[in-house]
């Protein structure tokens, strides 16, 4: 058995962690290495433990377990009403312990607790009991062909064994993303968190124990990218490969995918997503959000509004606003009540973020906010806005992942659309408008799989979400990502004709 730590976080509250490899409902070291990953604290730069990491010959018994709960005890072998039962008992546990979840996905990422506690745990609870009302309404159809001698029918059948491939800014969220739907379909699961973040998923799989689920159907392994993740998406054992990240990592799983076994695959991937105010717009709503847009999180999100694009009859006034409230917003330790947003994850994604302020004030943008790095220790990056923009500038092409923000301008509709379509990714859009017609016309015409309108940034459990272009392929949320985790069988009975033979 691997070893545990009892954490303690600011607030005096002991928090115990596994450090092993959750296989088959028992937290084990490696097989073969003694390689370990080290969590570290953003906010103190401290750090907090080291985790097992997991190797090659790790996800080979993790896929083994995960196959043989498939053949056995889960699957095609238990009930839709049974699967419901024990994903709602997930969901219970997880909303007893969600203060715990929160301070130890504080410690581990940085967010503050309040929003960790209410926000990611909290929507994780909903996505649960979602998923759970779905595990018993999955059907097929019954297809006429001949009344007299010949009826068909579909079987959606659970797809198999699912690797699950998760990042580091929504943990526990990402967590119950993949697992619910999985889940729900009867599907057994090998998870790799990212191992910047895995103290939570090492968390979580004690709740799958406690909750009852059989021995090899949720295994969690904590590995490097290059390793844990490489091994699952050219596993010929899993069934389909499923991932939230960098569009660069999605496209090496998709060709891993190929050429191993075609693998099923869904990939949820980067963005630079545009967000336009218009005229007619509540300027001071639409700053309230488009501020929602770039900051929450810490800029931190896939469908981050990165670019933020002003009509000219108002983009002074609107600018005016904005930078007003994105000072408002408090960044700092996660553990201080009145923190909005905290630091960003980790060393290299604050040198990656820096790295990007900096080429924006080489390439002549004009920095009207932030900008300027803090002394002392954390990884803190605050709010920063450039205005002065250019489409080729690598801070309104590239995705940075940061409180980073552009705001251009245009003129009319038409330019509109076609700066928000210029980019090569399509995950998010955002548009701000009281013109009905208006807020029609360009929600049709924007380029992205998410479109929101007077709002942004905010999902549904009861809502498909993915990406259009380089953004990914397939949906999570709603009854569209039960999708991702079924194969439909057709089945031809024939009960009365006779064939005659030789033809």
Request: aromatic share 12%.
């Given at each position: 058995m691997a070893k545990r730590v009892e954490l303690t976080s600011p607030t005096g509250r002991k928090i115990s962690v596994p450090t092993g490899l959750f296989i088959n409902n028992q937290f084990v070291s490696s097989l073969d290495s003694q390689e370990t990953i080290d969590c570290i604290n953003p906010a103190t730069e401290e750090h907090i433990t080291s985790v097992v990491a997991g190797s090659a010959k790790d996800i080979d018994a993790a896929v083994a377990a995960a196959r043989n709960a498939l053949n056995?005890?889960?699957?095609?072998?238990?009930?839709?009403?049974?699967?419901?039962?024990?994903?709602?008992?997930?969901?219970?546990?997880?909303?007893?312990?969600?203060?715990?979840?929160?301070?130890?996905?504080?410690?581990?990422?940085?967010?503050?607790?309040?929003?960790?506690?209410?926000?990611?745990?909290?929507?994780?609870?909903?996505?649960?009991?979602?998923?759970?009302?779905?595990?018993?309404?999955?059907?097929?159809?019954?297809?006429?062909?001949?009344?007299?001698?010949?009826?068909?029918?579909?079987?959606?059948?659970?797809?198999?064994?699912?690797?699950?491939?998760?990042?580091?800014?929504?943990?526990?969220?990402?967590?119950?993303?993949?697992?619910?739907p999985a889940l729900a379909c009867g599907c057994t699961i090998v998870m790799k968190p990212s191992e910047f973040t895995p103290l939570t998923a090492l968390k979580l799989s004690e709740l799958v124990v406690e909750a009852g689920f059989p021995p090899g159907v949720i295994n969690t392994v904590p590995a490097l990218g290059s390793v844990g993740g490489a091994a699952l998406s050219s596993h010929p054992g899993v069934d389909k490969i499923a991932f939230t990240g960098s569009t660069v990592t999605g496209r090496k799983i998709m060709e891993a995918a190929a050429k191993s076994n075609l693998k099923k695959v869904s990939l949820e991937l980067g963005g630079k997503s545009p967000h336009l105010i218009f005229e007619s717009a509540d300027l001071d709503q639409a700053a309230n959000w488009a501020a929602l847009g770039i900051l929450y999180n810490t800029g931190q999100d896939c469908t981050a509004g990165s670019r933020v694009y002003v009509q000219d009859t108002i983009y002074d006034k609107?600018?005016?606003?904005?930078?007003?409230k994105a000072k408002a917003l408090n960044i700092g330790n996660g553990f201080d009540e009145k923190t909005g947003g905290g630091p960003v994850v980790s060393k290299v994604q604050y040198d990656k973020i820096w790295s990007y302020v900096e080429a924006g004030k080489q390439e002549g943008a004009k920095c009207i906010l932030g900008g300027e790095r803090r002394a002392g220790k954390g990884f803190y990056v605050d709010p920063t806005i450039f205005t002065d923009i250019k489409p080729d500038m690598k801070i309104v092409k590239e995705e940075i992942f940061g409180p980073v923000l552009v705001v251009g301008k245009f003129s009319t509709e038409e330019e509109a659309i076609k700066v928000a379509n210029d980019t090569t990714y399509g995950l998010g859009a955002g548009l701000h408008s009281n013109d009905a017609g208006q807020c029609m016309r360009v929600s049709s015409a924007l380029e992205a799989?998410?479109?929101?309108?007077?709002?942004?940034?905010?999902?549904?459990?009861?809502?498909?979400?993915?990406?259009?272009?380089?953004?990914?392929?397939?949906?999570?949320?709603?009854?569209?990502a039960l999708e991702e985790y079924t194969s439909v069988k057709a089945v031809h009975w024939n009960y009365g004709e006779k064939l005659d033979w030789p033809l």
């Open positions: 056995t005890t889960w699957g095609k072998n238990i009930t839709g009403f049974e699967r419901s039962r024990l994903i709602n008992k997930l969901a219970d546990l997880m909303e007893r312990d969600a203060q715990e979840l929160a301070e130890l996905e504080t410690l581990n990422n940085g967010k503050p607790v309040k929003i960790a506690r209410d926000f990611d745990v909290g929507d994780s609870v909903q996505c649960l009991r979602y998923y759970a009302g779905w595990a018993d309404k999955i059907v097929g159809q019954s297809i006429d062909i001949d009344n007299k001698t010949k009826v068909a029918f579909t079987k959606h059948e659970p797809i198999g064994v699912c690797g699950q491939i998760i990042p580091w800014n929504y943990p526990i969220m990402m967590w119950a993303w993949k697992v619910a609107f600018l005016q606003i904005l930078v007003a799989g998410t479109v929101w309108i007077n709002q942004y940034n905010l999902l549904y459990n009861n809502v498909p979400f993915g990406g259009k272009k380089q953004s990914g392929i397939g949906r999570e949320l709603g009854s569209y």
